[in-house]
C-alpha cells in the first residue's frame, strides 16, 4: 500500500534553534501533503495544508512565521519549526492522499517527537 | 469549518464484549468518513471508512454505519480482542479526493481488559 515516510523520528533541540521535519511520499505523488500536530493523550490538529509549487494554507490560529512549510516537489513536503521554545514540544505528523484514488485514505508518517529544552 | 464531536472520550470493556464508539459532523457537505486506530507512539492506521451514499459497511469484526440526515455515525467492533486496545479517531472530509483535508474526532480510548 501507499507509504508516507516522515523523518525524523524524534529531534531534541535547544530554544531559540529551528528543526526541520521532512514527509515524503514513497507510493505516489502528492499534490497536497497536512502537517498536524498532536499533544499527548489529544486528537490530531490539522496545522496547515501544504501545496506543491505554492504557499501553504495555514488552520487559524497557526503561526506561518513560526511553522515554515514548504513543497518543493511532489514527494517531499517540509516543516520547519523556527525558534523554537519549549511549547512547541510535541508530537508532529503528516498525511498525503493518493491523488491517483477518487476515495482516498489518508496516509501518516511515522510521526516526529519534538522536545525543546 | 467542519466540527467532528465523538464520545465517549474513553471505553473499557471486557474481552469478547461490543464497543460502540459514535460521532456526530456540523458539515452536511462531508460525505467521506473514515476511522483510525492509533496504538501508542504509532501512526494512525485506517480501519474501515464510509462514503456518503452507503448506510452500513462492514470488515469483519468492524462495521461502520452513518446516518447522514442525522449527521453521525458510529464503529462498531464485536468480539473485541485485547489488541484492540487503542484510541480510534473518526474524521470527516468533503470529498474522497487529495486535496481535502480531514477533521478528526478528539479520539476515544479503547481498553479491552482479558
Known amino acids: 500500500g501507499a507509504v508516507v515516510s516522515q523523518h525524523p523520528s524524534w529531534v531534541i533541540c535547544k530554544s531559540g534553534t529551528s528543526v526541520k521535519i521532512e514527509c515524503r511520499s514513497l507510493d505516489f505523488q502528492a499534490t497536497t501533503m497536512f502537517w498536524y500536530r498532536q499533544f499527548p493523550k489529544q486528537s490530531l490538529m490539522l496545522m496547515a495544508t501544504s501545496n506543491e509549487g505554492s504557499k501553504a494554507t495555514y488552520e487559524q490560529g497557526v503561526e506561518k512565521d513560526k511553522f515554515l512549510i514548504n513543497h518543493a516537489s511532489l514527494t517531499l513536503s517540509t516543516l520547519t519549526v523556527t525558534s523554537a521554545h519549549p511549547e512547541d514540544s510535541s508530537f508532529y505528523i503528516c498525511?498525503?492522499?493518493?491523488?491517483?484514488?477518487?476515495?482516498?485514505?489518508?496516509?501518516f508518517g511515522q510521526g516526529t517527537r519534538l522536545t525543546v529544552v | 469549518g467542519e466540527n467532528v464531536e465523538q464520545h465517549p472520550s474513553t471505553l473499557s470493556v471486557q474481552e469478547g464484549d461490543s464497543a460502540v464508539i459514535k460521532c456526530t459532523y456540523s458539515d452536511s457537505a462531508s460525505n467521506y468518513f473514515p476511522w483510525y486506530k492509533q496504538e501508542l507512539g504509532k501512526r494512525p492506521q485506517l480501519i474501515i471508512d464510509?462514503?456518503?451514499?452507503?448506510g452500513e459497511k462492514k470488515d469483519q469484526r468492524i462495521a461502520v454505519t452513518l446516518n447522514k440526515t442525522a449527521k453521525h455515525f458510529s464503529l462498531h467492533i464485536t468480539e473485541t480482542q485485547p489488541e484492540d486496545s487503542a484510541v480510534y479517531f473518526c474524521?470527516?472530509?468533503?470529498?474522497?479526493?487529495?486535496?481535502?483535508?480531514?477533521?478528526f474526532g478528539k479520539g476515544t480510548l479503547l481498553t479491552v481488559n482479558p
Open positions: 464510509i462514503r456518503s451514499n452507503v
Open positions: 498525511s498525503a492522499r493518493d491523488p491517483g484514488q477518487i476515495y482516498t485514505e489518508a496516509f
Open positions: 474524521a470527516a472530509s468533503l470529498s474522497g479526493g487529495s486535496n481535502y483535508k480531514l477533521t
